[in-house]
């Protein structure tokens, strides 16, 4: 069982970028799409971004496409979300999942979560 845990988060002012990391314990990372999601305070949570197993698929919601950035290392059992040109509304509790689904959006298909890392974008 893959277990994830994300790093990375913290304080930044509008315009600028953080580097969310993902690392999973497990030999089996690499057979698993990986996708980020976040929470706002009192928002549901949403779909950010999603890479297939071997990295060759991904895709972005609307609202970070062009400013965010998924990859992965599968040698390195860790999956990245560059997030670059912040805005305020991109402040949220950011989460990495995995599934054995193919890059879907829907939080009900990802089966392991990870803890959260708190992103939050001053204007």
């Known amino acids: 069982q893959v277990q994830l845990v994300e790093s990375g988060g913290g304080l930044v002012q509008a315009g600028g970028s953080l580097r969310l990391s993902c690392v999973a314990s497990?030999?089996?990372?690499?057979?698993?799409?990986i996708g980020w999601f976040r929470q706002g305070s009192g928002r549901e949570r949403e779909f950010v971004a999603t890479?297939?197993?071997?990295?060759?698929?991904?895709y972005y919601a609307d609202s970070v496409k062009g400013r965010f950035t998924i990859s992965r290392d599968n040698d390195k059992n860790t999956a990245y979300l560059q997030m670059d040109s912040l805005k305020p509304e991109d402040t949220a509790v950011y989460f990495c999942?995995?599934?054995?689904?193919?890059?879907?959006?829907?939080?009900?298909?990802?089966?392991?979560w990870g803890q959260g890392t708190q992103v939050t974008v001053s204007s």
């Open positions: 999942a995995a599934t054995r689904h193919g890059t879907v959006v829907h939080s009900t298909l990802y089966d392991i």
């Open positions: 890479i297939i197993w071997s990295g060759r698929s991904s």
């Open positions: 497990g030999r089996t990372f690499s057979s698993y799409t």
